[in-house]
């Protein structure tokens, strides 16, 4: 009887002992929710646990131990320990709450090609990457405009879109969306080069040539920002004369020296303008 | 009596070099890393990056390891910036206040680059990592465990190096 006893004592005390070496935890959780830790047995004992942005140590009650949500706001790997047994869990990424906007550059010419990028980082409220595929959507458009519109999937939280510049000079938005969250950059779209410069010849008051351009502008349409630099050029039997002259107000004009013959040339940049042969026989 | 001076500055620097070596060794990353640019998009990873990113990263690692080791903080500087390094300096206040360390036994990375954005401003990886790590309360070993994980990283340029922003561990698939 007393063998018995003992027998079955033994096995109350093996299977305790197994009980108390179990301990199990949430698996998954979301970040920044609580999460509750299952220790068998009774009684109080040390729990640690260490995560990727904290570690704690405390002494609980065995049970249906809490976790806080404040404990538990990094995405990551979690191991919760208790007399030597542990467990392992993960914290995901909470709903997507910011995004991380890099938009490049600050300033591009009008319809130029591929010029604007964007590069989306999404986040949870935790600054955790938001890894979930999901729709970003781009957008560039200054007012008045239709703009251009482009929605692409993230890849591990990153989202990247590459987009011509609008035709119109002017600050443009550029937006991006995603799940409620929205970021907005201004991109400063100017003039790019001037298009089709064309001067006109007078002889001035004091003999020299005035040379004046129509309204300087790109092939938008786009007025060329005022400080542009034009050279206006004289060849005549003497040689050759130069002068450098900035737009202002949308044009640009100089003086030239004098000559009873001449080709007058004009150009802005790489851009050449049209050609004026002076006096002589035509 | 030429050679015997040969002989004597051959000795000396090869004493100079037995001697520099574990200075060297020190200082260079220890981490085992195998690096795959192929999949980068919607830029190449150039050379130059490619070695750099390398270099820089096992750093991290190696640094990283150090903090959580010995729950320093300031060790994060060089090679951590903005979320990864708050975070991992709240992990390491949090260890000292409750005496507990970590100790990593790092056996090797597999970078793999995702992202590498045209204006090179940023870039992101996988890392397959296969990792040993023990648990500390004092000098007593609380846990032991060897596991397979799953980084995502994103890294950011500074002035001289690559500073690891974002270090996110995933769960196995």
């Known amino acids: 009887m007393n063998l018995i006893r003992a027998a079955f004592l033994f096995t109350c005390y093996f299977c305790s002992t197994l009980c108390l070496a179990q301990l199990h935890g949430p698996g998954r959780v979301p970040a920044g929710t609580g999460a509750t830790l299952q220790a068998a047995g009774s009684g109080s004992s040390i729990l640690y646990i260490y995560g990727p942005g904290g570690a704690a140590k405390r002494t609980v009650q065995r049970g249906a131990i809490n976790l806080p949500g404040e404990e538990l706001q990094v995405a990551g790997r979690y191991i919760a ?7 392992s869990f993960f914290v995901t990424p909470a709903s997507l709450q910011n995004i991380s906007f890099v938009a490049r550059p600050s300033r591009v010419p009008a319809a130029a090609k591929g010029a604007v990028q964007g590069s989306a980082f999404l986040f949870d409220a935790f600054q955790n990457l938001y890894l979930p595929t999901t729709k970003v959507s781009f957008r560039l458009g200054t007012q008045g405009s239709a703009g251009e519109d482009r929605t692409v999937s993230s890849n591990q939280g990153v989202a990247w879109v590459q987009l011509d510049s609008g035709r119109r000079g002017g600050p443009a938005d550029f937006a991006v969306y995603s799940e409620g969250a929205s970021v907005r950059r201004i991109v400063q779209q ?38 542009t630099i034009v050279t206006f050029t004289s060849i005549d039997a003497s040689g050759r004369s130069t002068v450098d002259a900035r737009i202002k107000r949308g044009f640009a004009s100089a003086e030239l020296p004098s000559a009873p013959v001449a080709t007058l040339l004009v150009a802005a940049g790489v851009v050449q303008g049209n050609e004026i042969h002076w006096g002589g026989v035509r | 009596m030429i050679p015997y001076a040969s002989r004597l500055v051959a000795l000396l620097v090869l004493l100079g070099c037995l001697f520099a070596e574990p200075a060297m060794s020190e200082r260079s990353p220890q981490v085992m890393l195998s690096f795959d640019a192929t999949s980068a998009s ?12 390398q270099r820089d990263y096992a750093h991290a690692w190696q640094s990283m390891t150090s903090a959580l080791a010995e729950n320093r903080g300031d060790l994060l500087n ?12 709240d992990a390491v206040e949090a260890q000292k206040q409750g005496g507990l360390s970590r100790r990593i036994i790092d056996h090797g990375h597999r970078l793999r680059v995702t992202f590498y954005s045209l204006d090179g401003s940023a870039l992101e990886a996988d890392d397959t990592v296969d990792l040993e790590i023990q648990y500390l309360a004092g000098d007593k070993l609380l846990s032991s465990e060897r596991i397979p994980s799953h980084y995502v990283v994103l890294l950011t340029p500074s002035e001289n190096s690559w500073k690891v922003r974002v270090l996110q561990e995933l769960p196995q698939p």
């Open chain 2, 42 to 53: 919607p830029r190449r990873v150039e050379e130059s990056t490619s070695r750099a990113i």
């Open chain 1, 81 to 87: 320990i208790i007399d030597g047994n542990s467990v």
């Open chain 2, 78 to 89: 060089q090679d951590f910036t903005g979320t990864a390094r708050r975070q991992l300096r």
């Open chain 1, 190 to 227: 100017v003039a790019a080069d001037p298009c089709g410069i064309h001067m006109k010849a007078l002889p001035a008051s004091d003999g020299n040539i005035l040379v004046e351009t129509d309204p300087i502008l790109d092939c938008a349409g786009n007025a060329v920002p005022d400080g």
